[in-house]
Nanobody
Framework: QVQLVESGGGLVQAGDSLRLSCVAS???????MGWFRQAPGKERELLAA????????YYADSVKGRFTISKDNAKNTVYLQMNSLKPEDTAVYYC???????????????WGQGTQVTVSS
């Protein structure tokens, strides 16, 4: 089992920045890590993913150039740096772990509890 705990969400204004953190514990085998979000009435979407080695990354078009995923293996922590936030970025943000590199939501097995990000205009 892998346990994931997100932090760093909050209420910000449009144009501000936030950095989300996700600490992994338990059987933290080599995995891909992803950041997702889900807004009310919308499907959960993959925003960014990173391989355990860090040599592969993926970004959704909606966040490319504004969000950056990174990781610190020594701390078992994955980050999502979010810049130039927009009201449409308002959602619950989740981190998740997969056993192999993937950009398919269905292949992410372990999920955190989520952290709310609200961007006011």
């Amino acid at each position: 089992q892998v346990q994931l705990v997100e932090s760093g969400g909050g209420l910000v204004q449009a144009g501000d920045s936030l950095r989300l953190s996700c600490v992994a514990s338990g059987r933290t085998f080599s995995t891909a890590m992803g950041w997702f979000r889900q807004a009310p009435g919308k499907e959960r979407e993959l925003l960014a993913a990173i391989s355990w080695s860090g040599d592969r990354t993926y970004y959704a078009d909606s966040v490319k150039g504004r969000f950056t995923i990174s990781k610190d293996n020594a701390k078992n922590t994955v980050y999502l740096q979010m810049n130039s936030l927009k009201p449409e970025d308002t959602a619950v943000y989740y981190c998740a772990a997969a056993r192999r590199w993937t950009v398919l939501t269905s292949e992410y097995e372990y999920w955190g509890q989520g952290t709310q990000v609200t961007v006011s205009s």
